[in-house]
Protein backbone atom coordinates (compact mmCIF):
# COMPACT_ATOMS: atom_id res chain seq x y z
CA UNK A 1 0.00 0.00 0.00
CA UNK A 2 1.30 3.80 -0.97
CA UNK A 3 1.98 5.57 2.49
CA UNK A 4 1.04 9.27 2.65
CA UNK A 5 4.59 11.68 2.71
CA UNK A 6 4.61 14.02 5.33
CA UNK A 7 3.32 17.27 4.90
CA UNK A 8 5.49 20.62 5.02
CA UNK A 9 5.07 22.33 8.48
CA UNK A 10 6.44 25.81 7.22
CA UNK A 11 3.30 27.80 6.64
CA UNK A 12 2.96 29.88 9.95
CA UNK A 13 -0.59 30.05 11.47
CA UNK A 14 -2.67 32.81 9.66
CA UNK A 15 -5.62 34.66 10.33
CA UNK A 16 -8.97 33.40 8.87
CA UNK A 17 -9.79 36.72 7.89
CA UNK A 18 -8.05 39.79 6.94
CA UNK A 19 -8.97 43.07 5.22
CA UNK A 20 -9.70 43.28 1.50
CA UNK A 21 -8.06 45.31 -0.01
CA UNK A 22 -9.82 46.44 -3.21
CA UNK A 23 -8.90 46.59 -6.60
CA UNK A 24 -10.87 49.09 -9.13
CA UNK A 25 -10.11 49.09 -13.13
CA UNK A 26 -11.37 51.15 -14.96
CA UNK A 27 -11.27 49.39 -18.27
CA UNK A 28 -11.61 45.47 -18.57
CA UNK A 29 -7.87 45.39 -19.92
CA UNK A 30 -7.15 46.54 -16.64
CA UNK A 31 -9.10 44.12 -14.83
CA UNK A 32 -7.72 41.41 -16.76
CA UNK A 33 -4.33 42.56 -15.90
CA UNK A 34 -4.74 42.82 -11.79
CA UNK A 35 -6.24 39.14 -12.29
CA UNK A 36 -2.94 37.95 -14.17
CA UNK A 37 -0.42 39.90 -11.37
CA UNK A 38 1.16 37.66 -9.11
CA UNK A 39 0.71 36.93 -5.12
CA UNK A 40 3.26 36.40 -3.33
CA UNK A 41 3.70 33.03 -0.92
CA UNK A 42 1.81 33.59 2.37
CA UNK A 43 -0.60 36.74 0.89
CA UNK A 44 -4.41 36.38 0.37
CA UNK A 45 -5.45 35.15 -3.09
CA UNK A 46 -8.73 34.41 -2.38
CA UNK A 47 -11.10 36.41 -0.07
CA UNK A 48 -14.61 35.34 1.26
CA UNK A 49 -17.27 37.32 2.98
CA UNK A 50 -20.87 36.63 3.87
CA UNK A 51 -21.16 34.43 0.65
CA UNK A 52 -24.98 33.08 0.29
CA UNK A 53 -26.56 30.69 -1.57
CA UNK A 54 -30.24 29.92 -1.14
CA UNK A 55 -32.27 28.14 -3.19
CA UNK A 56 -35.74 29.00 -3.91
CA UNK A 57 -38.61 26.97 -2.84
CA UNK A 58 -41.52 27.28 -5.08
CA UNK A 59 -45.41 25.88 -5.08
CA UNK A 60 -47.63 25.92 -7.97
CA UNK A 61 -47.40 24.98 -11.82
CA UNK A 62 -48.70 28.20 -13.66
CA UNK A 63 -48.14 30.73 -11.03
CA UNK A 64 -45.47 29.95 -9.06
CA UNK A 65 -44.73 31.38 -5.59
CA UNK A 66 -41.84 30.96 -3.42
CA UNK A 67 -42.98 29.33 -0.50
CA UNK A 68 -39.48 29.28 1.29
CA UNK A 69 -35.96 28.87 0.39
CA UNK A 70 -33.13 25.87 0.91
CA UNK A 71 -30.34 28.01 3.06
CA UNK A 72 -27.34 25.42 1.79
CA UNK A 73 -24.41 28.32 2.26
CA UNK A 74 -25.50 31.07 4.90
CA UNK A 75 -23.22 33.72 5.91
CA UNK A 76 -19.44 32.59 5.39
CA UNK A 77 -16.32 34.40 5.26
CA UNK A 78 -12.66 33.11 5.11
CA UNK A 79 -9.49 33.88 3.28
CA UNK A 80 -7.00 31.46 1.16
CA UNK A 81 -3.27 32.33 0.77
CA UNK A 82 -1.22 31.96 -1.32
CA UNK A 83 0.48 28.13 -1.56
CA UNK A 84 -1.80 27.19 1.30
CA UNK A 85 -4.45 24.52 1.70
CA UNK A 86 -7.41 24.87 2.79
CA UNK A 87 -9.16 21.88 3.69
CA UNK A 88 -12.93 22.06 4.70
CA UNK A 89 -14.94 19.10 6.18
CA UNK A 90 -18.47 19.02 7.43
CA UNK A 91 -21.61 16.07 7.25
CA UNK A 92 -23.08 15.81 4.03
CA UNK A 93 -25.53 18.23 3.13
CA UNK A 94 -23.59 21.13 5.06
CA UNK A 95 -22.78 23.16 1.67
CA UNK A 96 -19.23 22.01 1.39
CA UNK A 97 -19.67 21.58 -2.08
CA UNK A 98 -21.91 24.61 -3.31
CA UNK A 99 -19.15 26.27 -1.88
CA UNK A 100 -16.83 25.17 -4.44
CA UNK A 101 -19.49 25.67 -7.11
CA UNK A 102 -19.91 29.30 -5.97
CA UNK A 103 -16.06 29.79 -5.72
CA UNK A 104 -16.28 28.74 -9.81
CA UNK A 105 -19.21 30.50 -10.63
CA UNK A 106 -20.99 27.61 -11.20
CA UNK A 107 -23.70 28.82 -9.42
CA UNK A 108 -24.88 32.69 -8.85
CA UNK A 109 -24.14 34.12 -5.47
CA UNK A 110 -27.52 35.00 -3.78
CA UNK A 111 -25.57 37.83 -1.71
CA UNK A 112 -21.88 38.09 -0.44
CA UNK A 113 -18.53 38.81 -2.08
CA UNK A 114 -15.84 36.73 -3.68
CA UNK A 115 -12.34 38.85 -3.95
CA UNK A 116 -10.06 37.19 -6.27
CA UNK A 117 -6.87 39.56 -5.73
CA UNK A 118 -9.20 42.65 -4.63
CA UNK A 119 -11.76 42.06 -7.26
CA UNK A 120 -14.96 40.88 -6.77
CA UNK A 121 -15.85 38.20 -9.15
CA UNK A 122 -19.27 37.95 -8.65
CA UNK A 123 -19.46 41.33 -10.32
CA UNK A 124 -17.05 40.17 -13.29
CA UNK A 125 -17.86 39.67 -16.54
CA UNK A 126 -16.32 39.15 -20.60
CA UNK A 127 -12.68 39.04 -20.57
CA UNK A 128 -11.99 39.39 -17.13
CA UNK A 129 -14.23 36.55 -15.81
CA UNK A 130 -12.82 34.48 -18.37
CA UNK A 131 -9.71 35.02 -16.91
CA UNK A 132 -10.64 34.16 -13.50
CA UNK A 133 -11.98 30.62 -14.59
CA UNK A 134 -8.19 30.32 -16.07
CA UNK A 135 -6.76 30.76 -12.83
CA UNK A 136 -9.11 28.99 -10.92
CA UNK A 137 -9.58 25.25 -11.91
CA UNK A 138 -11.63 22.16 -10.45
CA UNK A 139 -10.97 18.38 -9.61
CA UNK A 140 -14.04 16.62 -9.18
CA UNK A 141 -15.23 14.24 -7.09
CA UNK A 142 -16.46 11.36 -9.55
CA UNK A 143 -13.52 10.30 -12.30
CA UNK A 144 -16.30 7.89 -14.16
CA UNK A 145 -18.66 10.65 -14.95
CA UNK A 146 -16.64 13.84 -14.53
CA UNK A 147 -15.00 12.64 -18.38
CA UNK A 148 -16.62 12.32 -21.27
CA UNK A 149 -16.70 8.57 -22.40
CA UNK A 150 -16.60 9.97 -26.30
CA UNK A 151 -13.80 11.67 -25.98
CA UNK A 152 -9.89 10.82 -26.16
CA UNK A 153 -7.53 11.66 -23.31
CA UNK A 154 -5.98 14.30 -25.58
CA UNK A 155 -9.36 15.67 -26.61
CA UNK A 156 -10.59 16.10 -22.69
CA UNK A 157 -7.40 17.92 -21.81
CA UNK A 158 -6.89 19.76 -25.07
CA UNK A 159 -10.29 20.78 -24.87
CA UNK A 160 -9.41 23.47 -22.49
CA UNK A 161 -7.30 25.40 -24.64
CA UNK A 162 -9.98 25.62 -27.43
CA UNK A 163 -11.60 27.99 -24.87
CA UNK A 164 -8.24 29.83 -23.82
CA UNK A 165 -6.17 29.64 -27.42
CA UNK A 166 -3.44 31.79 -25.53
CA UNK A 167 -2.20 28.93 -23.13
CA UNK A 168 -0.94 26.88 -25.96
CA UNK A 169 -0.53 27.67 -30.04
CA UNK A 170 -2.55 25.22 -31.66
CA UNK A 171 0.54 23.63 -33.08
CA UNK A 172 2.21 22.84 -29.35
CA UNK A 173 -0.98 21.46 -28.30
CA UNK A 174 -0.29 17.62 -28.65
CA UNK A 175 2.64 18.42 -26.79
CA UNK A 176 1.67 20.11 -23.99
CA UNK A 177 -1.11 17.38 -23.43
CA UNK A 178 1.36 14.85 -23.49
CA UNK A 179 3.61 16.73 -20.90
CA UNK A 180 0.80 17.13 -18.87
CA UNK A 181 0.23 13.56 -18.82
CA UNK A 182 3.88 12.63 -17.72
CA UNK A 183 3.46 15.21 -14.67
CA UNK A 184 0.45 13.55 -13.33
CA UNK A 185 2.69 10.45 -13.62
CA UNK A 186 0.72 8.69 -16.87
CA UNK A 187 1.96 7.09 -19.94
CA UNK A 188 2.21 10.50 -22.60
CA UNK A 189 0.86 7.63 -25.19
CA UNK A 190 -2.04 7.51 -24.00
CA UNK A 191 -3.30 10.09 -25.24
CA UNK A 192 -5.47 8.46 -27.88
CA UNK A 193 -7.23 6.17 -25.35
CA UNK A 194 -10.51 6.93 -23.90
CA UNK A 195 -12.00 7.08 -20.46
CA UNK A 196 -13.17 3.60 -19.76
CA UNK A 197 -9.43 2.14 -20.45
CA UNK A 198 -8.49 3.55 -17.46
CA UNK A 199 -9.07 2.43 -13.62
CA UNK A 200 -10.38 4.87 -11.12
CA UNK A 201 -6.90 6.34 -10.01
CA UNK A 202 -5.96 6.77 -13.49
CA UNK A 203 -8.90 8.44 -14.22
CA UNK A 204 -8.76 11.05 -11.90
CA UNK A 205 -4.67 11.89 -12.50
CA UNK A 206 -6.52 12.77 -15.88
CA UNK A 207 -9.00 14.79 -14.06
CA UNK A 208 -5.81 16.97 -12.40
CA UNK A 209 -3.84 16.72 -15.57
CA UNK A 210 -7.26 18.71 -17.30
CA UNK A 211 -7.26 21.26 -13.95
CA UNK A 212 -3.30 21.83 -14.45
CA UNK A 213 -3.88 22.66 -18.15
CA UNK A 214 -4.08 26.13 -18.28
CA UNK A 215 -1.38 27.05 -15.39
CA UNK A 216 -4.32 27.93 -12.49
CA UNK A 217 -2.65 29.46 -9.01
CA UNK A 218 -6.04 27.95 -7.44
CA UNK A 219 -7.46 24.51 -7.51
CA UNK A 220 -10.52 23.66 -5.66
CA UNK A 221 -10.65 19.93 -5.20
CA UNK A 222 -14.29 18.49 -4.37
CA UNK A 223 -13.76 15.43 -2.86
CA UNK A 224 -11.36 13.60 -5.42
CA UNK A 225 -10.40 10.77 -3.57
CA UNK A 226 -13.31 9.87 -2.25
CA UNK A 227 -14.50 7.48 -5.36
CA UNK A 228 -11.09 5.11 -4.85
CA UNK A 229 -9.49 2.63 -2.92
CA UNK A 230 -7.26 3.61 0.04
CA UNK A 231 -3.84 2.71 -1.66
CA UNK A 232 -4.86 4.87 -4.53
CA UNK A 233 -5.83 7.60 -2.48
CA UNK A 234 -2.38 7.97 -0.87
CA UNK A 235 -0.62 8.24 -4.31
CA UNK A 236 -3.32 10.66 -5.63
CA UNK A 237 -2.85 12.67 -2.57
CA UNK A 238 0.88 12.29 -2.76
CA UNK A 239 1.04 13.53 -6.56
CA UNK A 240 -1.44 16.53 -5.40
CA UNK A 241 1.09 17.60 -2.73
CA UNK A 242 4.00 17.19 -5.23
CA UNK A 243 2.39 19.38 -7.67
CA UNK A 244 1.75 21.67 -5.05
CA UNK A 245 4.90 22.52 -4.64
CA UNK A 246 6.07 22.52 -7.87
CA UNK A 247 3.64 24.99 -9.60
CA UNK A 248 2.98 26.91 -6.57
CA UNK A 249 -0.65 26.11 -6.05
CA UNK A 250 -3.19 27.06 -3.42
CA UNK A 251 -5.82 24.37 -2.87
CA UNK A 252 -9.29 24.53 -0.99
CA UNK A 253 -9.52 20.97 -0.18
CA UNK A 254 -13.10 19.36 0.15
CA UNK A 255 -13.46 15.95 1.75
CA UNK A 256 -15.11 13.31 4.45
CA UNK A 257 -12.05 11.91 5.38
CA UNK A 258 -10.78 13.76 8.26
CA UNK A 259 -7.28 11.76 8.11
CA UNK A 260 -6.71 12.68 4.94
CA UNK A 261 -7.85 16.40 5.75
CA UNK A 262 -5.70 16.77 8.29
CA UNK A 263 -2.57 15.38 6.62
CA UNK A 264 -2.71 17.81 3.16
CA UNK A 265 -4.43 21.23 4.83
CA UNK A 266 -2.29 23.83 6.53
CA UNK A 267 -5.77 25.18 7.82
CA UNK A 268 -9.44 23.21 8.27
CA UNK A 269 -12.80 24.77 8.46
CA UNK A 270 -15.74 23.07 10.02
CA UNK A 271 -19.01 23.21 8.14
CA UNK A 272 -22.43 22.46 9.93
CA UNK A 273 -25.76 23.26 8.23
CA UNK A 274 -24.59 26.14 5.99
CA UNK A 275 -22.42 27.68 8.28
CA UNK A 276 -18.64 27.28 9.55
CA UNK A 277 -18.55 26.13 12.95
CA UNK A 278 -14.79 26.61 13.76
CA UNK A 279 -11.79 26.95 11.70
CA UNK A 280 -8.29 27.03 12.57
CA UNK A 281 -4.69 25.48 11.85
CA UNK A 282 -4.79 21.68 10.88
CA UNK A 283 -2.85 21.12 15.24
CA UNK A 284 -5.52 23.65 16.58
CA UNK A 285 -8.82 21.80 15.16
CA UNK A 286 -7.59 18.25 15.47
CA UNK A 287 -5.78 17.99 18.94
CA UNK A 288 -7.55 21.00 20.85
CA UNK A 289 -11.40 21.56 19.45
CA UNK A 290 -13.18 23.92 21.12
CA UNK A 291 -16.93 23.98 19.56
CA UNK A 292 -18.73 20.41 20.46
CA UNK A 293 -19.53 19.77 16.72
CA UNK A 294 -16.24 19.76 16.12
CA UNK A 295 -15.35 17.01 18.91
CA UNK A 296 -18.02 14.56 17.94
CA UNK A 297 -17.00 14.90 14.79
CA UNK A 298 -14.01 13.82 15.79
CA UNK A 299 -14.76 11.28 18.43
CA UNK A 300 -16.70 9.03 15.71
CA UNK A 301 -13.05 8.80 13.67
CA UNK A 302 -12.08 4.79 14.11
CA UNK A 303 -9.50 4.41 16.21
CA UNK A 304 -6.61 1.54 15.02
CA UNK A 305 -4.86 1.27 18.64
CA UNK A 306 -6.77 -0.50 21.05
CA UNK A 307 -4.93 0.36 23.90
CA UNK A 308 -6.28 4.67 23.04
CA UNK A 309 -10.07 3.05 22.21
CA UNK A 310 -9.92 1.72 25.55
CA UNK A 311 -9.72 5.14 27.22
CA UNK A 312 -11.52 6.47 24.67
CA UNK A 313 -14.56 8.91 25.12
CA UNK A 314 -17.46 8.60 22.88
CA UNK A 315 -19.59 11.65 22.03
CA UNK A 316 -23.08 10.11 20.30
CA UNK A 317 -25.21 13.05 18.95
CA UNK A 318 -28.71 12.53 19.31
CA UNK A 319 -31.49 13.61 16.83
CA UNK A 320 -30.98 13.90 13.37
CA UNK A 321 -29.55 17.06 11.53
CA UNK A 322 -32.28 19.97 10.75
CA UNK A 323 -33.64 20.68 7.23
CA UNK A 324 -31.20 23.46 5.51
CA UNK A 325 -34.54 24.65 4.41
CA UNK A 326 -36.20 25.41 8.00
CA UNK A 327 -32.68 25.98 10.32
CA UNK A 328 -32.98 25.81 14.16
CA UNK A 329 -33.11 29.78 15.45
CA UNK A 330 -29.92 30.94 17.19
CA UNK A 331 -27.28 28.42 16.91
CA UNK A 332 -28.08 25.85 14.35
CA UNK A 333 -26.06 23.06 16.46
CA UNK A 334 -27.70 23.65 19.51
CA UNK A 335 -30.71 20.83 18.84
CA UNK A 336 -28.34 18.19 19.05
CA UNK A 337 -25.44 19.54 21.37
CA UNK A 338 -25.11 18.31 25.24
CA UNK A 339 -24.02 22.29 25.79
CA UNK A 340 -27.49 24.05 24.62
CA UNK A 341 -28.93 26.63 26.82
CA UNK A 342 -31.50 29.32 25.80
CA UNK A 343 -28.70 31.59 24.92
CA UNK A 344 -28.14 29.54 22.16
CA UNK A 345 -31.74 29.36 20.27
CA UNK A 346 -31.71 33.61 21.03
CA UNK A 347 -28.04 34.61 19.73
CA UNK A 348 -26.04 33.60 16.78
CA UNK A 349 -22.76 32.52 18.13
CA UNK A 350 -20.00 34.40 16.04
CA UNK A 351 -17.12 32.72 14.44
CA UNK A 352 -14.63 34.19 16.69
CA UNK A 353 -11.88 33.41 19.56
CA UNK A 354 -13.50 32.37 22.27
CA UNK A 355 -13.03 35.17 24.89
CA UNK A 356 -12.05 32.76 27.51
CA UNK A 357 -9.26 32.09 25.41
CA UNK A 358 -8.73 35.89 24.00
CA UNK A 359 -4.58 37.11 24.89
CA UNK A 360 -3.69 33.70 25.47
CA UNK A 361 -1.13 31.92 24.15
CA UNK A 362 -2.56 28.82 23.41
CA UNK A 363 -4.00 26.54 20.63
CA UNK A 364 -7.39 26.56 21.80
CA UNK A 365 -7.60 30.29 20.80
CA UNK A 366 -8.44 29.74 17.27
CA UNK A 367 -12.28 30.94 15.65
CA UNK A 368 -14.96 28.79 17.03
CA UNK A 369 -18.93 29.66 16.57
CA UNK A 370 -20.05 28.60 19.89
CA UNK A 371 -21.24 30.65 23.21
CA UNK A 372 -19.77 27.70 25.29
CA UNK A 373 -17.06 26.79 23.34
CA UNK A 374 -14.46 24.88 25.34
CA UNK A 375 -10.90 22.84 25.17
CA UNK A 376 -11.48 19.13 24.72
CA UNK A 377 -8.83 16.48 24.47
CA UNK A 378 -10.22 14.22 21.71
CA UNK A 379 -8.56 10.72 20.57
CA UNK A 380 -8.81 10.46 17.20
CA UNK A 381 -6.97 8.44 14.33
CA UNK A 382 -3.63 10.48 13.21
Not at 157 to 179: N, S, W
Not at 209 to 214: C, D, F, N, V
Not at 294 to 303: D, E, I, K, N, R
Request: glycine share 8%.
Amino acid sequence: MAELDKKDESMDATPNVTEVETVEAATEEAAVAALDAPVERGEPILQVRNLVKHFPLTQGILFKRQIGAVKAVDGISFDLYQGETLGIVGESGCGKSTVAKLLMMLEKATSGEIFYKGQDITKLSGRALKAVRRNIQMVFQDPYTSLNPRMTVGDIIGETFEIHPEVAPKGDRRRKVQDLLDVVGLNPEYINRYPHQFSGGQRQRIGIARGLALNPEIIICDEPVSALDVSVQAQVINLMEKLQNEFNLSYLFIAHDLSIVRHISDRVGVMYLGKMAEIGTDTEIYDHPTHPYTQALLSAVPVPDPESREGRERIILTGDVPSPANPPSGCRFRTRCWKAEDKCAQEVPLLAVPERFKGEDTPAAHESACHFAEEKDVVHAA
